[in-house]
């Protein structure tokens, strides 16, 4: 639709009277051509975000969109509209705006800029912004960050309604449970009381029970039914707690592991007539997706790309607004890919043991997992069992489970538990990332590896130390690449050393089981996880300035302009804006520095902390609020922030009662130096490697370090 009424003579002169979030009569013929089609596509992605999210619906309203400026955009059918405004409409109304990585247009907030201020695009700022020679990309970039992209579709069709039509009780079944087990289990995280839900299609006991509980939370009637009511209220909830529908969400970086969807297909695609293990890593990702969206049939796990697999596919890439060829290249396997992934993290910790052994007689996703990682196994390891991925364990899996274990050296008992369930997830990622060869099991000897080698035992090597850097400061990460050359020779080098080994570079039997056995061993304390911090960059802040540096800095300033009114919220940007000066001069103020404006050494320094401090608050999600003081199942150093790192402070301190010497470290919840010092001394106490971070058996002798302490008054010299 044309973007807003504007004057129908071309003389009148331009104005700005929107008085509101989004204004009217903005548009005029003089404005570059970049900058209305920005304009453009900020309102079509933020109209699709309103759709998408079902904002509306989920409130208890009849519309998907208003007709109000205070709240969408405006519109008056049959105005005047100039021509290039048509002619840039029609070229790009099938474009809308996301984040790279996220399927959801984008909420691309946008306000005229000087009657009415907001975090996002400035509309009046664009036509500068143009008239510099920026296209609409840049443009948005500029106020939204890099990480964006304008995405085409031809998935044209009306407005979708989610609620399948009529109440789901105790006793449904089928894709629309799944969709609501999904949602719920992701509200659970931010609403503990309401209990994790096994994602199983089968809406039993349990489920009504937390149906009512939610009910009751958000106080509808309830009874435990699904109608549509509730189930727009989980849907808003859920959309909620996503953030689907902010301008800005902000993550945490984890290292020390490797996805297991990567793209490895080089230039190839997969397409009918295709098989293999990529196959079969397609269909159960489509498979996983059937259970929750209704539009996508379901395949069979088999790794032969016929037709009921190109069928799903093309659904799949209608339903996401991709072109709908039934090919798989690199576009649609990372949608695919990030589609699963969502589900996963809303049930719980990707790929993490669900804490009960699974066995004859269970069913549901994890099966279904625990099946497809025997079936991709027996694609590198013939010997294995071929088995049905349907998420029932029966007979078959139960013996296909027996004869892994008897493959890999485990009890060989028919039961998945925490043991076989880590062996079964390590192997199925090293094939994913194309690290073992046929012939040899995970962390088998390959022979001598050294400068010059090649191959999938090169790339196994390179993981290891890939992984070792993650916790091992003084070890050079490397590219997992399969060539041994001067890094890799480095990294091996600089291992050696840190493991007391002879240092000659060259990978032998007794480094290569060395790093295997530390790197396994890590492996099972999960990534590294800290939050993304840069230094100050040397020289002041001021507007002009543009830098990596800035987007970081104005990140700090949105996290506390969230939590405090007084604090304005700048664009994410690289450039230092007159509008981020004002926002650093409020923030400024509360922090009780003079308002200059400039982002001094002083002024960094104060904002990072505050904004570090409230970021440290946020919940881990990965971690269920009933495990207590239990392994977070993620490790932790200089740089992670949080409750976890909150309750290693307790622990730190309560050692400094029972070991005297020690000093107390501050409770702020931020990993910082003095952290990693007092780590480092459990560590050596404990007969562990002083490396300074927080693994699972760390995490274990912080524990049993701080149960007794005592009055260090009365404590002896030995503490």
Known sequence: MPPGPVPASRSVPCGSPGRQLWPVGLFCSPWPEQALRANIHCQISLALNRIYTEWYPSKGYSFNITNSTSYDQYYVHGRTVFDVMVRLTDDIFNTYIRKTGTVNPYYAEYCDGKSVTCPGLKQWGTVTLANQGRNALSILKYYYGNNIEIIRTNNIQSIPQSYPGSPLRQGSTGAAVFTLQRQLNRITKDYPFLGLLTVDGIFGRKMTETVKKFQKQFNLIADGVVGRSTWYKISYIYVSVKDLAELTSEGETFSGTLPDGSWNLGSSVLKQGSTGSEVEQVQFWLSTLAQYESSIPSVTVDGVYGSGTTAAVRA??????????????????????????????????????????????????????????????????????????????????????????????????????????????????????????????????????????????????????????????????????????????????????????????????????????????????????????????????????????????????????????????????????????????????????????????????????????????????????????????????????????????????????????????????VFGPEDTAAVKETQQRAGLEANGVVDRPTWAALRAQSHTACDCDNCTEEG
Request: hydrophobic letters at 35%.
């Open 316 to 669: 799949f890439q209608r339903l996401y607004g991709l072109t709908a060829d039934g090919i798989v290249g690199l576009t649609t396997w990372t949608e695919l890919y990030d589609q699963f992934r969502s589900i996963q993290s809303d049930n719980g910790t990707p790929n993490a043991y669900p804490g009960t052994a699974l066995r004859q007689g269970s069913s549901g996703q994890n099966v279904r997992l625990v099946q497809f990682w025997l079936k991709i196994a027996r694609t590198v390891y013939s010997s294995l069992n071929n088995i049905t991925v349907d998420g029932i364990f029966g007979s078959s899996t139960a013996a296909a489970v027996r004869r892994f274990q008897t493959y890999f050296g485990l009890t060989s008992d028919g039961v998945v538990g925490r043991t076989t369930w880590n062996k079964l997830y390590e192997v199925y990622n090293d094939i994913a990332n194309r690290l073992l060869s046929p012939s040899l099991r995970p962390g088998e000897y390959p022979g001598v590896l050294r400068n010059g080698s090649t191959g999938t035992a090169v790339r196994e090597l390179q993981f290891y130390l890939y992984l070792m850097s993650a916790y091992q400061s003084s070890i050079p990460s490397v590219s997992i690449d399969g060539r041994f050359g001067a890094a890799t020779e480095a990294a091996v080098r600089a291992y050696q050393r840190f493991a007391g080994l002879t240092v000659d570079g060259i990978v032998g039997r007794k480094t290569w089981d060395s790093l295997y056995g530390k790197a396994s061993a890590l492996r099972s304390s999960g990534p590294v996880v800290t939050l993304k911090r840069l230094p100050y960059p040397g020289t002041p802040l001021t507007v002009g300035t543009d830098s990596s540096a800035v987007l970081y800095y104005t990140l700090l300033l949105q996290r506390i302009a969230y939590y405090y009114d007084s604090v304005a919220s700048p664009a994410l940007s690289r450039q230092y804006t007159q509008e981020t000066a004002d926002a650093t001069a409020s923030a400024q103020e509360l922090l009780g520095l003079l308002a200059t404006g400039v982002a001094d050494a002083e002024t960094w320094t104060a904002v990072e902390a505050l904004s570090l401090q409230l970021a440290a608050f946020t919940p881990n999600p990965d971690r269920h609020p009933e495990q207590g003081p239990d392994y977070p199942g993620r490790a932790m150093k200089e740089g992670s922030a949080g409750p976890d790192v909150s309750l290693i402070e307790g622990w730190l301190n309560g050692r400094s009662k029972l070991y005297c010497e020690e000093d107390y470290v501050a409770d702020n919840a």
